[in-house]
């Protein structure tokens, strides 16, 4: 495969399909859920926690579903609108996956390139080909303003100050370690302009380290249509922009 995919196939998707996130999580639920109320109601005595915990799995997966389906799609429409973006931006989504923030993003630059970087991981999320994410651009008529390549976001390849804005979405915390995690905080910030700006999804544990391993920014929570099934996987968002050396102090976003 080469790294860097210029070219826009063909497609019949009337409109973009973003996948999954994480599909096993919710399908391991499903079916713990379902073998749960069927064991309780195979059984007289003791049945109600084992329907209960039926209960909240399922409930759990219905949560996660619709999350990744369709409140996060509803919540980076919003986020990228509080942006402004002038429309002229270069922008770079990190672990762009099947390209729902790539895609968003490229949406409101007319006249700018969202370029979008990742290793293409099944696990991650179902179907996650660059050629899924190139035929989602066409259906969402962007394909003339955005690229894909095959990076490792601990190691962009890209210059120093090459963007105007980096984004991510619930993909750092997939490197395995912190370290890691950190060093692509770091590359983040590398190919930013000064000034640009960072905004980066992910757990809310993970993001509270981000923001205490740069030293600035602000981070909040992005709500219930953000949870992965349960307000302990919820989502919050850093925001920082990245200084300028010829301007003192960090800018506060």
């Given at each position: 495969m080469s790294d860097n995919t210029n070219s826009f196939p063909p497609t019949s998707v009337r409109r973009p399909r973003y996948g999954v996130d994480a599909p096993t999580v919710p399908a391991l639920l499903g079916t713990a859920g379902t073998a749960c109320l069927l064991a309780a109601a195979r059984r007289r005595p003791g049945r109600g926690p084992v329907a209960g915990a039926g209960a909240l799995l399922l409930?759990?997966?219905?949560?996660?579903?619709?999350?990744?389906?369709?409140?996060?799609?509803?919540?980076?429409?919003?986020?990228?609108?509080?942006?402004?973006?002038?429309?002229?931006?270069?922008?770079?989504?990190?672990?762009?996956?099947?390209?729902?923030?790539?895609?968003?993003a490229a949406r409101r630059l007319p006249k700018g390139r969202a370029v979008g970087v990742d290793l293409w991981s099944g696990e991650d999320q179902s179907n996650n080909r660059p050629e899924a994410t190139l035929a989602n651009a066409a259906a969402a008529g962007v394909a003339d303003r955005v690229e894909v390549r095959t990076a490792d976001m601990t190691e962009l390849p890209f210059p120093d100050n090459s963007f105007d804005v980096v984004t991510s979405a619930l993909a750092l915390h997939n490197i395995p370690s912190f370290e890691g995690q950190y060093r692509a905080v770091d590359e983040a910030l590398r190919v930013l302009r000064p000034g640009g700006r960072l905004l980066l999804a992910d757990f809310w544990f993970a993001v509270?380290?981000?923001?205490t391993h740069l030293g600035h920014g602000t981070h909040r929570g992005?709500?219930?249509?953000?949870?992965?099934?349960?307000?302990?996987?919820?989502?919050?968002?850093?925001?920082?922009?990245?200084?300028?050396?010829?301007?003192?102090a960090a800018p506060r976003p």
């Open positions: 409930a759990h997966a219905g949560i996660y579903l619709h999350t990744t389906l369709r409140g996060k799609l509803h919540i980076w429409e919003r986020e990228l609108e509080q942006a402004g973006l002038r429309g002229d931006e270069k922008l770079l989504d990190m672990g762009c996956g099947r390209g729902a923030v790539l895609i968003e509270r380290k981000y923001a992005l709500g219930p249509g953000y949870w992965y099934g349960n307000p302990l996987l919820g989502i919050a968002l850093l925001h920082t922009v990245k200084p300028d050396p010829a301007g003192g």
